[in-house]
């Protein structure tokens, strides 16, 4: 099949879908390859695609490669939805039908919340689920709840300094308090908000695809036992921890995230 460049001839390639649906994202290439999977990834609560730049332009060698922002996010307008499912509702709606033959679907956090919630929905064409630093539930301290809606700009610091293990590059959390704050309180908040009443606890074990949960062994905001909640609730799931790495793995190891991933997806 012959492999054309996004955008240039006015097909109907899933970039120019996505375009055309108003979905802010970041691809590894600007040209989509059908002869190779496609990794789909779900970034977390107040972020945006560009949380995966680390995975979009290394596994693009191989894969097509695509971060979507979710609504509210990023260059995705809103409004942001108040519950996992409206973004699940969103992904199958909007993002699905770009990508008639299938993808992998890889969620950060909230983002693996979302993923969670599509494969039980079934509507959407998941041949497989990475879900990275999440859980089959996700509690939020409730000092967060309230901090993210009184005192915005401290609280996002907070979060993030709990997000990277202990000893993490000063520019690392400084970025990422910035792009959090870039996306508003009233985003941020919802998100939290959103993330502390998800619970699929009962119902994931319906998943069937095949899943590969990864967490870095110092997380502190999703720890490694809602990891091994979730390896044990999936029917077809592996569960594999990231040394010396918290919350943000992809940014903290993303070469062995990425390895990790590459070689799930090549055994599919």
């Not at 996700?138 to 709990?162: M, N, Q, S, W």
């Not at 119902?203 to 990891?227: F, N, Q």
């Not at 594999?240 to 940014?251: N, T």
């Amino acid at each position: 099949m012959e492999k054309r460049e996004a955008g240039t001839d006015g097909n109907h390639t899933p970039y120019t879908v996505l375009t055309r649906a108003g979905v802010g994202f970041e691809a590894g290439s600007n040209r989509f390859f059908p002869d190779r999977p496609t990794l789909l990834m779900v970034h977390g609560a107040g972020g945006r695609g560009a949380r995966w730049l680390n995975q979009t332009g290394p596994l693009g060698r191989t894969l097509n490669t695509v971060a979507v922002d979710l609504p509210g996010h990023g260059g995705t307008a809103g409004p942001a939805p108040s519950e996992i499912a409206d973004y699940a509702a969103w992904l199958e709606g909007v993002v699905a039908p770009a990508f008639e033959s299938g993808v992998v679907l890889m969620g950060h956090s909230m983002g693996g919340a979302v993923a969670l919630e599509a494969a039980l929905r079934g509507a959407m064409n998941i041949q497989a689920l990475i879900l990275v630093g999440t859980g089959a539930r996700l509690h939020v301290a409730p000092d967060f709840l309230k901090g993210l809606r009184e005192r915005f700009e401290e609280t996002v610091e907070a979060i993030v300094g709990y997000a990277y293990a202990p000893g993490a590059p000063e520019e690392l959390l400084k970025e990422g308090a910035r792009m959090m704050k870039d996306s508003g309180m009233s985003v941020v908040s919802g998100d939290f908000e959103a993330c502390s009443r998800f619970d699929c606890r009962e119902s994931a074990g319906r998943i069937a695809c095949p899943a590969l949960v990864l967490c870095g062994e110092a997380d502190r905001l999703t720890p490694p036992k809602l990891s091994e909640e979730l390896g044990r609730l999936l029917q077809r799931a592996s569960v594999q921890f990231i040394p010396r790495a918290g919350h943000m793995v992809m940014f903290e190891s993303p070469t062995i995230l990425n390895r990790a991933v590459q070689a799930f997806i090549e055994g599919l």
